[in-house]
Each structure stands twice: as structure tokens, then as C-alpha cells.
């Protein structure tokens, strides 16, 4: 039941957005995560919706694929809207016993889903086109740049890909144990909260032992092939930055100019300004 | 701190077995709050808390967040990302200290429960915090909710989870430590 599981979202179509540069795809990522933040009317949202669909279109990735993505957030936008219709003080539209709803709130409803549905899109797409281990890649080269995390850069992604190496063998790990567990009487299935979390001790520590003595071995490895951290290490699959990754760039910066104008346009667009 | 690559392939086999934990088990603990769920994701984050000291719980932490946030729980995205760095991340910094200056029983038990109060106390501000500037929603919305929900639900979570990082702690640096001391001898020789 565990085996063929897949982790992560990773989505391989070929097309051209999955084959831009991670680097590229973490740094638009990143602006458009900003750039979300300051959209104040609905032109803004109007444009990054055209935006992500072009992007969409162009991933390959099924639409409904995307939108099941947003599936596990439903209950927070619900709660979001209702707070915010309800919550929200200004001119009243309709009155429904002790709940008010508001123009402000309306306006304000509106714009947070829409925020949240474009926050989680938006970062979906570099997930589905972008392979965890190619993911880690553009994370050890951006984090360069952040102080402090600085000094941890290749240690942290090294962790990264070796985890994400590790989670399908744990996984098969797991099932063993519970299946020894299960032959021994143990019952994983029943129980309250506190019953549940007792089971899980039989379960944890003999994985925690096995996961360790995984890592001893694979260090004695690592260590036996000269592993010597990040400096002077070279790399069998090397990054490279082509012209597509300088075109979007120069399109990232044109989506940040456009979208940084849309706030400032007076004409209101459903709701008055 | 110079990270060895004995260190490094422990921290790493402790995130994917945190990232297997959450994608293994998690349900909700209030059904009022359905989007608040337990999952045992802390628990290998706590042990490595204990064995690598406060910074090499922080790093395992931002590994863990990282990683959970482009898998399991892709959903909720950046915002899943920090909050479950500053929770896990306020946890481990107090928890690691307490043990790193006192390696003993007592040591792990207080520092658990540091931790959880710390976490506690954390995620309480942070979600009046951060929660109204993600989700727009006027603080006075949020406030109501910090006592009857935010504060219980993490005490519950860290309190299971730091029961558990006691117990399963206990006996796996029992069995790691005869192994050490096995490769000590082998070495002497």
C-alpha cells in the first residue's frame, strides 16, 4: 500500500517552462509571491490570473490537475471569506439576523481568495514542473546569497536530496516494521488520540534505529569517495543558464512593471475604488 | 558549528523520516478547527534537537520546512512554510538548550516542556501576527480564537509529540550509544 507512492507533485511534460532553469523558476516564483502582496484592485488580480494562465498553457499541466491543488485549502479561503464578509465595518449591504455584510467586506472577501487561490497556484506550478532534485539545485545556488544561511548553503540542500533519496526507502521500512508489529498483536488501527500515539512507539523506534544506521553507512561511503563538503566540488549535472532563462527574466521583470501599474489605475472594476 | 558528514546523513535521514511521518499520519484534533491537524512531523526534528544541539536542530527544522512545503503539504504554501518554522523553530532553540547544558533525564523533561510552552506562546503571536496579514482578516477576528483554539491545539500537538521524543529518545540513544562505544573499542585496537 506504501510502495508506489509518489512524493512530491512533480509533473514531467517536457515543455518549455519545465525546462527552464530552477534558478529562474525560484526567483519568478519569488516576485510574484511579492508582487501579490501589493495588488489592491481587481485590474491587478484580472492581470495575474492572465498571467498564470499563459503560464498554465504553456506548463502543459492539466487544469485540473492545478485546480485540485487548491483543494486542501478550501476550508482556510472559507474561513477567510466569512470572517472577512462578516467582520469587515462599512457601508451595509444586507443584513442576515446578527450577521452584517458589508461593502468593504465583500471587496475584501473577494480579494483575499483570490490572493490565496493565486498564492497557491502560483507556487503549485514551480513544484509540478520543477524536480525536487533540481528544486534543491536553484535553493543551494539562491541561498548562497542570504547571509547567515550562507555558511549552511551546501550543507542544507546536500540534506535536501539526501532526504528526498531516503523518504520511498523509509517508507518500505515502515511497512515492514508494522507488518512485524502486526504479527507480534499490535493494533495500529483503533483507539483514541492517546492510544494511537502509544502505538506509534513500537513503530518509531525501531525505524529510528534502522534510518540511522542507513546514515552511518552511507556516511562511511561518502567519506571512503573523498566527501569533503561544498568547496572545489564539481557537479555531474551542472546548471546551466540558457537564453530562455534570460528571456523570462526580462518577462519577469515587464509582469513586476505591469502589475506594480495596475495599482495605480483609478477606474474601478465591479467594486467602487 | 562545522557540520561532519556523519552529522550531515544523520540530519538527513531525520528530515525524510519527518516528511514520511506527516505524509503517513495526520488528522484533525478539534472538529470546530478542521484545518488545525496533529501530525508527528516534530518528533525526529526534537531528537535531532537532542543530538546535534540548538543550531543543528534549526537547520534540520528549515530542512524539514522546506521540503514539507514543496511535497507533502504543498497546499498551504508559503505560510505553511514560516509558521511551521517559527513553531518547530521556537521549540527546538529552547529545548536544545536546556538539554545541551543539562544531558540528563531531568534535562530532556524540562527542556520538553519549555519547548512546548515556547511553542505555544509562539504560534499564539505569530497568528495574531501574520494570520491578518495573510488572510486580510481583521485582528479582533483572530484574537477570539487564540484561546479556545491556537493555544490548546499546540499544547496537545508538542505535548504528544514531546511524550514520545521522551520515551522513543531514550531508548534509541541507548542502543546508538553501544554503538558508539563498539566502534570507540573497534577503534582503540
Known sequence: MLKDVT???YYPTGSVIHKLDPRTKILFTTAFVVMLFFLNNLWGYLATFLILATITLLSKIPVGYIIRGIKGLVLIIMLTVVLNLFMTPGTVVATLGPLTVTLEGLKVATYMALRLIFLVIGTSIMTLTTSPIDLTDGMEWC???IPFVRRYAHELAMMMSIALRFIPTL???????????????????????????????????????????????LATAMEARCYRGGENRTRMKQLSFEFRDGASLVLMVMMIVGLYLTTMIQIPLVFPV | MKIKTKQLTQMAVLAAMSILLVYLIHFPIFPAAPFLEYDPADIPIFIGAF???PLGGLILTAVVCVLQGVTVSSASGIIGILMHFFATGSFVLVAGNVYKRNRTRKGAVIGLALGAVTMTITMALWNIAITPFFL??????????????????????????????????????????????????????
Do not use: C, H, W
Open chain 1, 7 to 9: 512524493i512530491g507533485q
Open chain 1, 143 to 145: 541561498m548562497r546569497y
Open chain 1, 171 to 217: 517508507m518500505e521500512e515502515t511497512e515492514r516494521i508494522m507488518k512485524a508489529q502486526k504479527a507480534r498483536g499490535a493494533n495500529f488501527e483503533t483507539g483514541n488520540i492517546i492510544s494511537r500515539a502509544k502505538n506509534l512507539i513500537p513503530i518509531l523506534i525501531p525505524l529510528f534505529i534502522s534510518a540511522f544506521r542507513r546514515a552511518d553507512e
Open chain 2, 51 to 53: 543530538m546535534f544541539g
Open chain 2, 136 to 189: 486580510g482578516i481583521p485582528v479582533e477576528a483572530v484574537l477570539p480564537m487564540i484561546l479556545p483554539i491556537i493555544v490548546p491545539f499546540n499544547l496537545i500537538k508538542a505535548g504528544i509529540n514531546s511524550v514520545i521524543t521522551f520515551v522513543v529518545y531514550k531508548s534509541v540513544s541507548k542502543v546508538l550509544g553501544l554503538e558508539i562505544q563498539e566502534t570507540k573499542i573497534a577503534e582503540s585496537k
